[in-house]
């Protein structure tokens, strides 16, 4: 058995779909996963299952998703070593807090690669963007967030094409995986 993080893309947050947590932890045990673990509100789900594929895997998650609540979400599936290496590739100084602000970029497959960044808008003068294998990270101090192009990015293609965490959320999430 192996531990996996499923990430949901944009349910809970700025009038996107509700999907309740313990509703979600059920649509998961009815696909035999187990067992089954919530983190915070805004889709982090830690569960185990056999080492499969993880396209079918996702796309088992998806459908299963979209016929428990009646709409589609978008669903990253990463194991607990692909959350470590990404939680692990962020300097311990790169925080988000009163300060500043680290967001890490989960990418779907199809984005997943290096030269992501390029088409990513930013200012290197202002904030600094990392990529790790299966994601990217952009680290901004706080007084500069509104002088950051990275916004226009918001509603693209590109965007839809990744999900969102926090580096503190990332950080627990690779807690929670490596206690099982």
Request: with cysteine.
């Amino acid at each position: 058995m192996t531990t996996h993080v499923a990430l949901l893309r944009g349910i809970n947050v700025a009038g996107r779909p509700t999907v309740p947590m313990a509703a979600l932890k059920g649509t998961f045990g009815r696909l035999g996963l187990d067992p089954i673990r919530t983190y915070i509100n805004s889709g982090n789900v830690l569960f185990t299952a056999p080492a499969v594929n993880a396209e079918q895997l996702t796309q088992s998650i998806e459908a299963a998703i979209a016929a428990e609540f009646g709409f589609p979400v978008g669903v990253l599936v990463r194991t607990a070593e692909e959350v470590a290496t990404v939680a692990d590739s962020v300097p311990e100084d790169w925080v988000h807090d009163g300060t500043m602000k680290c967001d890490v970029f989960f990418l779907w497959p199809g984005i997943d690669r290096p030269s992501v960044l390029d088409d990513v808008p930013h200012n290197p003068a202002i904030e600094d963007l990392r990529y790790v294998p299966g994601a990217f990270v952009r680290r901004i101090d706080r007084p500069n967030i509104n002088r950051s192009p990275l916004t226009r990015m918001v509603g693209t293609e590109l965007y839809r094409q990744m999900t969102v965490r926090n580096i503190n959320t990332v950080r627990k999430l690779r807690e929670l995986t490596a206690a099982g």
